[in-house]
């Protein structure tokens, strides 16, 4: 038998020690070593082997690929549970491997809990490296956590990951690792808003562009765990699984439980480099080019009125957008947010001709048509909650508080399940439609079946099946995953939609943010990004037009605001956005995301996409700072070997300056190419105007090959 596995890709290196007792340990996870011969990889193993410590086990203490108890580990376990209160401490041992196409497969048996456990490891052409792991039963035995844990060295010591809110999603927080864990748990039935979303671990320090990091996602849509643990005499371990509710694995011989995918990654280029890895392994599915949407949400709300509707849909069209989405408000009942969820049929009082109309003059002005659903929420006030209230989660005859007048409809219930299905399949059949907007505008609280059983787990992988079937059903048909904006943004839901909507907020100076974080996983186009009106319903700010179009440019674009009220002015405008969105698409949601490290990382964002020589760059003032200048600002990622022009776009109007005269750059790049050396550029940087707060300045940079 081989004593090493390896796995590399786009400069990562992943090894295996398989001869390890008692089971295979990694012995490495970061750079790519190049073309180790076996006695260099044992040497690796050879020179890495720990001390063994006063007061310990008389073994050295390692993090092999299943942590137990029986190895001296006392961290985080790969696995908790039992039988009845026993079996409790695992042993399992490994009886079988293979090796072939960068996917490393180990097969363990334990006598103990009587399980058999498959763990996979599978390195993308990106470097991403995905872990999962299977459980089959040969007893009955009860699942109460798994783990997949992966080591770290001692100099990954600072830590980053995610919190957030409604309307606030993504927003970053570091802390240093000491001795002990850093958890970071959801129990709302999704990521949620206050999602962890991507724990980082790195060096001191570490930044956009520089810095060795190491990263995990877990692409899973129900609750989650990630854990980052260091103890006084093993090494630190990131890891994460999904958090389950007691009870809710049970496993009777020959069952099987098979974890999330886990999505490990490694870059000694910063966040950046973090970012260009996922992105990617999620550009493997090649979509074609992401049309301009408009929303009616914010343009009429509950008021479904046809003649506006129509106005509405002809100023689109001008305007250039490419799909009109009918928000909420359609279906039986559905005047207000107190009544209606369950009951998707159209309601004949308010479209006595069912959608046909709305639908066949939408596609009559060459636009694609959506429609929003919220497939798993219930309003008590409607026929599906009267006629099968067993098809609520939640304890029966005392469901806990209402969250935006709604609970949960229970799709681990087959007959629930086929009901959704089937009405949603009608929609899509009878209409045609091209889009669903998939919402999810409440927690999971005291998500339990009928019978009183946790379901999270159940209800998640019941939504992948009504997701995945509708799918299979319309192959064109495409998804976007919302709850009330960003609280489901997972690489789970992403295996089977289309696209995610970040926030409900469309207010510049809060999404600058959250679309700058959001992008620290997804690519561009896989964030909705859209543009309102001047005063933002979640925070009435008012903010210029030409701060608003800038800031939704950098995403799958969008308008969520009412044309028909717009003045001629702002009409112009939105067209000349539109012209601009569909000009540099292809960039946008092709290139490298670049973000640069600057002194006043909370006033003042430069970030930009890259690809084949040609770039976007927008420098974005959120708010004032203490410093008078905005000095110079490196371009990443461009290259030092070659020339650039540079150019500043004005297509959607100049941002208000702070100064008494620009850098003389600017007038030159306002009248035409700027010529640049690279290295310039890239090491020692431009210096940037001044903005006023609630500014954008859109910088567009190509190669110079006269």
Known sequence: MRRFATLRAAGTGFVVDLAARPLPVVVHWGRDLGELDEPGLAALAFVGEPAVLNNSVDVPRRCSVWPTEAEGWAGTPALSGHRDGVATTPR???????????????????????????????????????????????????????STLMPLPSRAVEVLDFTGKWCRERSPQRTRLGHGAHVRES??????????????VGVPGFGFGDGEVWALHVAWSGDQRYVVEQLPETPPVL?????????????SPGERYETPTSFHAWSDEGLDGLAARFHALQR???????????????AVYFDHDLDRLRALADAAAKVGV????????????????????????????????????????????????????????????????????????????????????????????????????????????RYGIDYLKWDHNRDLHEAATFDGRASVHNQTLALYRLIDELKRRHPGLEI??????????????????DRVWASDCNDPVERQSIQRWTAQLLPPELIGSHVGPERSHTTSRRTDASFRLATALFGHAGIEQDLTACSPAEIDALTAWASMYKELRSLLHSGRVVRADLPDEAGLFFHGVISNGHALFCLARISTSAAGQSWRVRLAGLSRGHDYRLRIRGDLGLPAMRQVRAPEWVPAALDGWVRVPGAVLVDAGVAMPTLDPGQALLLEVIIDRA
């Open 92 to 146: 399992p041992r490994l009886v079988e491997h293979s090796l072939a196409d960068n996917r490393l497969e180990l097969v363990l048996d334990d006598a103990i809990t009587g399980l058999r456990i498959t763990l996979v490891y599978e390195m993308d052409d990106s470097g991403v490296l995905s872990v999962r792991a299977t459980l089959v039963a040969s007893e009955h035995y009860e699942v109460a956590g798994v």
């Open 187 to 200: 129990r709302r039935g999704k990521p949620g808003q206050d999602t962890a979303y991507l724990m980082t």
């Open 239 to 251: 890891g994460g699984g999904e958090l389950l509710r007691a009870g809710e694995i049970r496993l």
């Open 284 to 298: 493997k599915e090649v979509r074609p080019p992401r049309p301009l949407v408009l929303n009616t949400w914010e």
């Open 322 to 429: 490419e799909r009109v989405v009918l928000d909420d408000g359609w279906f039986l009942g559905r005047r207000d947010d107190t009544a209606g969820l369950g009951d998707w049929q159209v309601d004949t009082t308010v479209w006595p001709q069912g959608l046909a109309p709305f639908v066949d003059h939408v596609r009559g002005l060459g636009m694609q048509f959506g429609l929003w659903v919220e497939p798993e929420m219930v309003n008590l006030d409607s026929n599906l909650a009267r006629e099968h209230p067993d098809w609520i989660l939640g304890v029966p005859g005392e469901l806990g508080p209402p969250s935006r007048n709604q609970y949960v409809v229970d799709l681990s219930n087959p007959d629930a399940w086929s009901y959704l299905l089937a009405s949603i399949d009608d929609l899509v059949s």
């Open 480 to 497: 976007e995953s919302c709850a009330s904006g960003g609280g489901r943004v997972d690489l789970g839901i992403l295996a089977r939609t």
